[in-house]
C-alpha cells in the first residue's frame, strides 16, 4: 500500500469539534459514484500525523477505515467553523470513507465492552502500534463497533506527541501504558505470557514499516516528515523492551540488540 484514494469534499455538515480538528460529515466527490466519508479539518501537522498513522495501521493488518487525502475548499466549510488555513482557497485534508451503522465503543454498555475487547483478534497489535506511535488518546471514544461487531480504530491526530500544539513529544519514551497495554498488563500472569509472542511479532512488523513510510505520496512535507521519521525511528529501537516491560513481561534481548530492520 502506498499513496490514499484522492478526490474532492463535497456537501460537508458539521459534527463535532474534536481537538485540534473539526470533523465533518461529507461525500466524495470523485470519477466514481458519491460515497459517504468523514472529514478531518486539521492543520497541516495534524493531517500528517493522521496520514502516517493510518498508513502504518493498515500496512500491518489493523482494522482501520480506509484513508483518503481530499481537497477541502474553503467555501465549503459550514458556518460556524473555522478554516485553519487563513487565505487559502483549499486544502488537502485527511478523511476516512464511512463505516456504515458503526458507533463509538464508548455508546455499549460497560459491561459488554471489556469481553470484545478481551477476544478481539487485533489487541496485542493495536497495543503495540499504539505504543510506537505514543498514542496516550485512545478510548472507547475513537474505537468504533460495526453491525458484525468488528472494531475499528480512529482519530490519531493527538498521536505522535502531536496535540494540536506541538509536532512532537521531546521524550521518546512514555510515562504510562497505552490504553491497549494497561488493559493487557491487567491480565493474570499465563496470559500476559502468552501474548508475550504476539506482541513480539508485531514489533517486529511495525519496526520493518518505519522505513518504508511513503512520506511523499501522504503529501507530507519535508520538515515535517523528517521530524517523523527521526521520532518514529527512535521510538521503534525501544519499542519491544517497551511494550513487554509496561506488560509486565520484560524484554531479555541486551541493550543494542534491536530487530534487524532498523540496523
Known sequence: ME?????NVATPIFI????????LRARRSWSGPFEPVYVKVLPVNGRCIEAV??????????????????????????????WPFGTQSRQVCFATRAIPG??????????QVGGMLDRWPHLAAAAAFDSLIANDDRTEGNILLDPARALWLIDHARSLGGGGERLFSTDVTPTAPTYFLSRIAGYAVPERVRLRTALIAVCTKLCA???????DTLLVPENIAMQIEDFLVRRAHVLQAMVLQAIGVPDLYSEGNHPESLQ
Open 3 to 7: 499513496g490514499f484514494a484522492a478526490g
Open 16 to 23: 463535532e469539534k474534536r481537538e485540534p480538528a473539526v470533523v
Open 53 to 82: 498513522c493510518a498508513w502504518l495501521a493498515r500496512e500491518i493488518g489493523l482494522p482501520a477505515p480506509e484513508p483518503l487525502l481530499l481537497t477541502m475548499p474553503a467555501n465549503k466549510m459550514p458556518r460556524g467553523s473555522e
Open 102 to 111: 458503526a458507533l463509538a465503543l464508548r455508546r455499549v454498555a460497560s459491561d
Open 209 to 215: 514499516a518505519v522505513p518504508r513510510i511513503p512520506y
